[in-house]
């Protein structure tokens, strides 16, 4: 239901800069920005993952209690967070994290920020599930980071609860279907700025 995977060499490869580039998520319902964020949809066939144009995302107000039920549109992923998402998704089937398969994939690429005047809110819909499969939320960087602490508890047993401080470089694997999760609040660990960077892939099964 959940895994963790260490990245290694394709670690060196992340798109660190590309993170400054993020624009302001418009849809959140605060005065204070603390998510930039950019979105892409493509699928992965024969072992070949193809992007489309496409960037619209949609969740019903059942699985997003924030914002569900709205169509929202973001800028689309860099091509270097692209071919970056690409080595990952590989990574994943192939360290079996993943099974082998076609599959329907989202990426998400998402700064979270806090200051001292506003905490930053990585999951503000509370524990959730995303509607796909397999969620992977992997962690690019961490600065002045205090809380964001991930939480994962089974659908059918939620005194069961695992916590974990998702590190650059690592990558939590979720069965979204059996599983729902949130992020705690974070705030500057030291006082001025604090951000988190991550991206999270959505993945499903194309369905016949």
Known sequence: MVDILELQEEFKFAPFNSFNQLKADNYLKSKSVFRRRA????????????????????????????????????????????????????????????????YE??????????????????????????????????????????GAISLVRPIDDEDHLLEHVLMPGQVMVLDDREVEHYVTPMTPKLPGAAHRDIFVITISHIKE
């Open 105 to 146: 994939i989202g990426c998400h690429q998402i700064r979270i920020s806090a200051e001292n005047d506003f905490n930053g809110y990585p999951a503000p819909e509370g524990f959730h599930r995303d509607g796909f499969d397999y969620i992977a939320i992997h962690c690019v960087s961490l600065n002045n980071v205090n």
């Open 39 to 102: 979105y892409s949809i493509g699928s992965i066939t024969n072992s070949r993952l193809n992007w489309k144009e496409d960037t619209t995302f949609l969740q019903s107000e059942e699985l997003n209690r924030y914002i569900g039920g709205v169509i929202r549109h973001f800028e689309p992923l860099l091509m270097e967070s692209k071919n970056y998402i690409e080595s990952i998704v590989h990574r994943l089937i192939k360290s079996a994290k993943i099974p082998q398969d076609d």
